[in-house]
């Protein structure tokens, strides 16, 4: 545990509220997506339910945002992510007994779904479509293979996302574009707000920096006739203050920060924490990312790294999550 100063200025009130009107100006000129009512719906219901019933809640963002280009898009920019920290996350926060709300990424890993992703592209190679066997009669489609390692861990993760998806546990609702996912990131802060201290937000996604603002964006597809194309890009409003003090201000927060630079890593850390007030951020170093990653509060820094080859680092760093929240909650007013 290597100490840092813990002795930094919180974030202001004014400051706050002068990114909430910036950050409002851009969600009111940007367009919804077509599920955002519906998802609404089910997130407030599934916090409501589990609220009740005396569960822990997470929401937990996961995957890279992309920003388009043109408002009808054909082309965009996109922040790099698998996905795969957010899906691991959401795992193990499944077996510890927490409700979880995923906003992730179209298309990038999914919780338990992600071991099959591996199989078709990596453990099974190219031969994974041989494993598939079609019954003429029923149409229905059997994944046979041999009994191997690959095989035993997708089918241990098909039972554990039967049974947690049976249990209702776990609500996965997605974004594209980084208008999506603000929209939904507000509304995911709203509905969870009502869970008080028993709600972590794990804010794993990878949120673009640059965008081109609503007003200033293309309608049709960029013509190429006109030569090269420069682009000026504006700076994103920024969110984690407001989602913190105004959205869900009673909640556990953990944001996420990555480098690829080791030496301004943990003062980007800090910063996040001085700036927005996060309860922790876990560091992280883009290659060695699933081996190493730094827990920075205002107490300090903890590594954690993999404790055995097989064990994935996201399985420590859950505990310790959890371990955080669990102390919050018991320190957090009684209502
Ligand atoms: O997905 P993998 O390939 O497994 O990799 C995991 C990861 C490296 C993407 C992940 O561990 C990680 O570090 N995610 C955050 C990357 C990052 O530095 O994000 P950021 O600088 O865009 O944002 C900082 C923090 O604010 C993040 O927690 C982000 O989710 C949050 N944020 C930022 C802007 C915004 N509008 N809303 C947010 O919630």
Not at 50 to 63: D, F, L, Q
Not at 233 to 243: C, N
Not at 276 to 301: F, P, Q
Request: with cysteine; proline share 4%; charged share 25%.
């Amino acid at each position: 545990m290597a100490e840092t100063d813990g002795s930094a200025p919180r974030v202001s009130a004014a400051e706050v509220q002068a990114q909430a009107e910036i950050l409002q100006k851009y969600l009111d000129a940007t367009e919804a997506p077509a599920d955002l009512d519906d998802d609404r719906v089910r997130v407030s219901a599934f916090v409501a339910k589990h609220h009740n019933e005396g569960r822990k809640i997470a929401v937990v963002t996961s995957g890279g945002t992309a920003v388009n280009l043109e408002k009808r898009a054909v082309r965009f920019i996109d922040n790099f992510s698998t996905g795969r920290r957010g899906a691991a996350t959401v795992e193990h926060l499944l077996e510890r007994g927490y409700a979880v709300v995923m906003l992730s990424r179209q298309g990038s890993a999914a919780p338990f779904a992600r071991t099959l992703q591996d199989a078709t592209s990596t453990a099974f190679d190219s031969k994974f479509m041989d494993c598939l066997v079609v019954d003429e009669a029923t149409g229905a489609v059997r994944i046979e293979c041999k009994a191997d390692t690959a095989a035993a861990s997708l089918v241990q993760a098909i039972r554990e996302h039967q049974s947690f998806t049976k249990n209702g546990m776990l609500l996965h609702i997605s974004f594209k574009y980084l208008s999506d996912y603000m929209l939904k990131l507000r509304m995911c802060g709203e509905c969870a707000a009502p869970a008080g201290p028993s709600a972590i937000f794990i804010l794993a996604a990878a949120v673009s920096d640059f965008h081109i603002p609503p007003d200033q964006m293309a309608e049709h597809k960029i013509q190429s006739r006109s030569g090269p194309l420069s682009l000026d890009l504006s700076q994103v409003p920024k969110a984690l203050g407001v989602l913190r003090f105004h959205w869900a201000p009673h909640s556990f927060f953990v944001s996420f920060k990555l480098e690829t630079d080791h030496d301004i890593l943990i003062s980007k850390a800090q910063q996040s924490i001085e700036k927005y007030d996060m309860h922790m951020v876990v560091a992280n170093e883009l290659l060695s990312r699933y081996k190493r990653i730094s827990l920075v509060t205002r107490a300090g820094e903890t590594i954690v790294t993999k404790r055995s080859e097989e064990e994935e680092v996201e399985i420590p760093m859950v505990e310790a999550l959890c371990a955080a929240h669990a102390q919050f909650c018991s320190d957090a007013p009684k209502a």
